[in-house]
Every structure is written in C-alpha cells, then in structure tokens.
C-alpha cells in the first residue's frame, strides 16, 4: 500500500473513531433531556421516541436516500431504507435485549401498525418501481401515524390519575428541549462521520455499491438508533428504545422512502425484491410478536441477532 493510499485509509479511520466518540455522547444527552421533556409535559417515553427521537435518529437516511434518488443512484436509495430497518430491530434492539432484558408491553399496537406500513410499502414496490404515487402513498401515512399517536396519548391521559403539580409547576422545558436537539445534530453529525468512514474503507477495498449500501451504510446509519437504544436500556428506559426503533422504521419508510420516490421514481433491484424485503417484513413480524409476548430478554435478542446474522449470510453471498 502506498504512502498516500494508507493515508486515505487512516483519515477514514479518524472519522470512523471520532464518529463514534461524537455519536455515544449525543445519544446520552438526547435521552436524559428527552426523557426530561417528557416528564415536564407528560408524554410517555415510548411516544417521546417514536416521534421526536425517531425522526432526527431517521435524518441520516433521508439525507442519503433522497440525495442519491435526486443523483439517479436507486440501489443506494432503496437498499438504505431497507437495510436500515433490518438493521435497527435485528441488530439494534437485538443486541439491546441480549446486552440488558427489559419488559416493555405498551408498545404492540405501535409495532402493528409499524407491521402494516412494511407490508404497504412491500406491495407498493413488488413490481419492482417506486413511482410518485407510491411515494405520495407512503408519504400519506406519516399522518396517519400523527393521528394514531395522538389520540393514543389522549386515551392515556384519561386513564391516568392526576399526578398533582409536577406537570403544572411551569418549569420551562425549553433548555431541555434545546440541549435535546444540539444533542440529535450531534447525533447526526456522529453518524455522518462513521459513514463517511466505513463506506470510504469499504470503497478502497472495492465492495460493491448495493452490498455497501445494505450493510455498511444501513449500519452507519443505524448507529443513532444503536446508540440512543443501548443508552436507552442501561439508563432503565426500555420503552424510549423500542418507540425510537418503531418510529424510525415507520419514518423510514413514510418519510424517507415517500420523499425519495417522489423526487423521482425509484427502480427496485430484483434481488432486493426476492430477499431483502421478505426480511424486512419477518423483522417487523417477529418484533411484533416479541412485544406481545411483553419479555424483551436474551433469547429475543438472540433471535434477532440471528435473523441479522442470515442478513449479511445473503449479501456475503452475493444475493
């Protein structure tokens, strides 16, 4: 390797280190700020993940998928939207679960409806296009997704008992707020730098752009989720993990995918069809299942962990 080449590679290698030091600090301050956010107004845990946490942990695939659909690079667009949610329930809360069981039973309708737009989204590009329509389709169910949240929470409320003046003492949630979304651009910055990093490795290797894009950059992306999560658990906070993996799946494919097909029609790769869909799917079936079941331990995490394991088993092998 020459001098210049090794060069490159250990500049990619800063960005991957500092990366992850930016990304675990931003993800700490995110959930102790939100989680305070979310006692000031009383909002539960799980809906402070599914929508505030789960929309910027969602930035760094928008950013890459709708850039790359506007450049005319489909697989990259695609492929990162489904690679990510594999990634975030197979990896994220499977590594989550195995690290530290927690109980979370609150979240079945959620992942139900998670199931349901992952299913929508798998018939809307079986034949192999994600046109405009489709877009505007999936785009569509973001509020659909507001809909159901509120009222959720409203029904919440209702059922709860007065908590007395802790939600009514008008202590400002402004700061906590503020340091929660310097801490998400935080988050975003770290996973931009690990990106930047792996996908500059991988390409001075010579991988293949669609194997790159399932794996690597599925998992760069996914590190706001990893790290929001594994925090999320040691801190006793299960539920912002699981609202944060559910949200952000639900947003990638809404959000993400609707955007990047209404920027311009997206070319579905066969094999992303014949494979990577199917899992996708089993992800959000077998998490939905897991949630029912109300035990988030080892042998889920296991579970999980294997169904990833089979992920890279495909693209290792070329599928």
């Not at 993800?27 to 910027?56: C, N, Q, Y």
């Not at 690079?73 to 499977?94: C, H, K, M």
């Not at 034949?127 to 405009?132: E, F, I, M, N, Q």
């Amino acid at each position: 390797m020459e001098e210049r080449d090794l060069l490159e590679v250990l500049i990619y290698f800063i960005y991957l280190l500092g990366g992850f030091l930016i990304l675990l600090k931003s993800a700490e301050s995110v959930i102790d700020h939100a989680a305070l956010v979310a006692v000031k107004r009383d909002i539960s845990h799980h809906t402070i993940g599914m929508t505030l946490v789960a929309l910027v942990t969602s930035l760094p695939e928008f950013a890459i998928s709708t850039s790359s659909s506007f450049l005319g690079e489909p697989d990259i667009a695609i492929a990162n939207v489904v690679g990510s949610n594999i990634t975030n329930i197979a990896l994220v809360l499977g590594l989550s679960f195995l690290l530290k069981p927690s109980d979370h039973r609150n979240g079945y309708l959620d992942a139900l409806f998670m199931l349901t737009v992952t299913l929508v989204c798998g018939l809307l590009i079986f034949d192999g296009t994600a046109s405009r329509i489709d877009g505007l389709i999936l785009f569509l169910i973001i509020f659909v997704f507001i809909y159901l949240l509120k009222e959720k929470e409203g029904r919440r409320r209702k059922d709860e008992v007065d908590r007395g003046d802790l939600y009514k003492s008008g202590r400002s949630i402004r700061l906590d707020l503020l340091i929660s979304l310097l801490g998400m651009a935080g988050i975003w910055i770290g996973g931009w730098a690990i990106v930047k990093g792996v996908v500059g490795i991988s390409a001075h290797f010579g991988i293949a752009e669609l194997a790159i894009t399932l794996t690597v950059v599925a998992l760069g992306t996914s590190l706001p989720e990893l790290a929001t999560a594994l925090i999320a658990i040691r801190k006793e906070m299960g539920a912002i993990a699981v609202g944060t993996i559910i949200g952000s799946n639900v947003l990638n494919i809404a959000f993400v995918l609707g955007t990047a097909s209404i920027v311009k029609p997206i070319v579905v790769a066969q094999s992303v069809i014949a494979y990577y869909l199917p899992l996708m799917i089993l992800s959000a079936l077998l998490l939905l299942i897991i949630i029912k079941r109300g035990r988030l331990g080892r042998f889920e995490g296991s579970i999980l962990l294997l169904l990833y394991i089979a992920f890279l088993a495909l693209v290792g092998g070329g599928f």
